[in-house]
């Protein structure tokens, strides 16, 4: 079979890992990358070896020879123009979440790539960890008997959450606790969310104009109950340290994990206390990576190559979305948000979540 050919539009800390994920994959025939920043865009070429290093990521759409792109550019505002012209185009996408800005562009790349016949998938990376996918298995071999509730707590550090929230003022529900929210409704499947209720608390991102936490409650079709709080002003530990608390009560067992990585404690005299390979993408350590994110890649790079399904569906994003707008949609009016949000309430955007 023939090599994939691969483009990666954005190569800063996500694309970067992508790039380099591909450039080392035994599936990848050649690969293209696009980086507006020039020391950036030369140090990813020189990484990996691409064959195309540009600044236009339109060259690597018009390329008739690129069968998939990794689109990884910021702000989020990008993502449905990059991948609506890549869909159009006839390549396979892999898209970083989120999906897009609105519940019908998301429609509309959904529908483009379903008729097109392309894969289409978003970055959730976190269901390629190792700890979420034993509860995934748990629940569906029956091993915990039939859900009833969930509890996920995620924080992160505020400079962490001060360098992705200067891209555009997004809610924690829309920037963190997204990657929860994917996670238990696909845990959940085939349940689907009905209604949402959610509180915002501000603290030290004040001046930034986002809140430091958000929690809220989701409620399934069954009664079955999710409780997700994010929140992203921990006090700096190490740069892009992220501590998570996950419990999946079901009635015959309960899978209670602790992802706060705290496991290795780093302690020097220039920098203090550190936890190395606390990420949420996860990073090279030499010749291994430690983390999920590569794997997501190479599993899209599989999905490509061999023609199988991707583990993300689209749709499942597009509903993880429509909750997230509902969370802040919650906060916003101060009651519970019922779903699907009505044709008037699907125009909302991420750009105008939470901001007071």
């Keep these: 079979m023939e090599l994939v050919k691969v483009g990666v539009i954005g190569t800063g800390w996500c ?40 600044a236009d990521w339109e060259a690597l759409v018009a390329n008739p020879d690129i069968q998939a792109l990794m689109i990884s550019a910021t702000p989020e505002t990008t993502h449905y123009p990059m991948a ?31 008729t097109k016949g392309l894969k289409f998938t978003i970055g959730y990376s976190q269901r390629f960890n190792p700890q979420q996918a034993l509860v995934k298995r748990s629940l569906g071999n029956g091993t915990l008997g039939d859900p009833v509730s969930i509890l996920i707590s995620r924080h992160i550090t505020r400079s962490l959450g001060a360098k992705i929230g200067a891209r555009t003022k997004l809610s924690p529900a829309a920037m963190e606790a997204t990657h929860d929210i994917d996670f238990s409704l696909w ?15 501000w603290g030290v991102r004040k001046d930034q104009g986002v809140p430091d936490t958000q929690t809220m409650i989701i409620t399934m079709n069954d009664g079955v109950t999710v409780t997700i709080g994010a929140g992203w002003s921990l006090p700096p530990g190490y ?11 079901g009635t015959e ?27 949420m993408p996860g990073e090279y350590v030499d010749h291994v990576y430690a983390g999920p994110m590569e794997r997501e890649t190479t599993h899209f ?28 949609l919650s906060v916003e009016r101060n009651q519970v948000v019922e779903l699907p949000l009505d044709r008037d309430e699907t125009g909302l955007t991420l750009a105008n979540a939470v901001t007071s």
């Design 253 to 279: 067992g309960a899978l209670l994990i602790d992802a706060s990585h705290r496991d290795i404690v780093l302690n020097t005299m220039e920098h203090g206390v550190q936890f190395p390979l606390s990420t």
């Design 84 to 114: 609506r012209a890549a869909l159009a185009a006839g390549k396979h996408v892999l898209l970083e979440k989120p999906i897009s800005i609105t519940l019908e562009e998301a429609d509309d790349l959904i529908d483009l790539a379903q």
């Design 15 to 54: 694309g970067g890992i992508r790039a380099i994920a591909a450039a080392n994959s035994a599936l990848v025939g050649e690969l293209h990358i696009a980086e507006i920043n020039p020391d950036r865009l030369a140090e990813v070429e020189a990484a990996t070896g691409a064959i195309t290093a540009t």
């Design 187 to 201: 845990c959940l499947e085939p349940r689907r969310p009905v209604r949402v209720y959610s509180q915002i608390a």
């Design 301 to 328: 790079l599989e999905a490509v190559y061999y023609d199988r399904p991707v583990m993300v569906e689209p749709s499942l994003a597009r509903q993880t979305m429509e909750v997230y707008l509902a969370a802040d």
């Design 239 to 249: 740069p892009n340290f992220s501590a998570t608390w996950i419990e999946f009560i």
